[in-house]
């Protein structure tokens, strides 16, 4: 039997922003806008809603601490959160983490919608 490896479990841990007893605070290695930060628990999970409330709570944690470094660091004036739960939506590693991308003024033409523009919207908003 072979070990498959996770990305996420055998992280680099001297590359840790920031972290508590279930979770930890990386800069993403492929960032959607600069500051991009992902939110790891440190047991190994492949589907958020298997998280434990205790889980969620340090994964929450460390959004609020992320998210206020990123104002402090990057001046970001806005924030998309959110995480890619299973194949069908793009997840491609297959441990829990959720997204913090920073988002600044006029980093897009048009940020009405926000996530909902990466497809054609099923119903057109005004």
Not at 9 to 28: F, G, H, M, P
Not at 52 to 79: D, M
Not at 93 to 120: A, C, E, Q, S, Y
């Amino acid at each position: 039997m072979t070990k498959t490896t996770c990305i996420f479990c055998d992280y680099k841990r001297e590359e840790i922003i920031e972290k508590n007893n279930l979770a930890y605070l990386i800069y993403d290695n492929y960032p959607v806008n600069k500051g991009h930060m992902l939110i790891i628990p440190f047991r190994h999970v492949v589907n958020f809603f298997e998280l434990t409330e205790e889980e969620l709570s340090a994964i929450y944690e460390l959004l609020i601490k992320g998210q206020e470094k990123l104002k402090e660091e990057v001046k970001a004036t806005g924030f998309n959160v959110g995480a890619n739960i299973g194949h069908d939506a793009g997840q491609t590693v297959f441990h829990v983490h959720m997204h913090l991308i920073p988002r600044f003024h006029g980093d897009v033409d048009d940020p009405r919608g926000g996530i909902r523009n990466f497809k054609k919207p099923l119903v057109k908003y005004p």
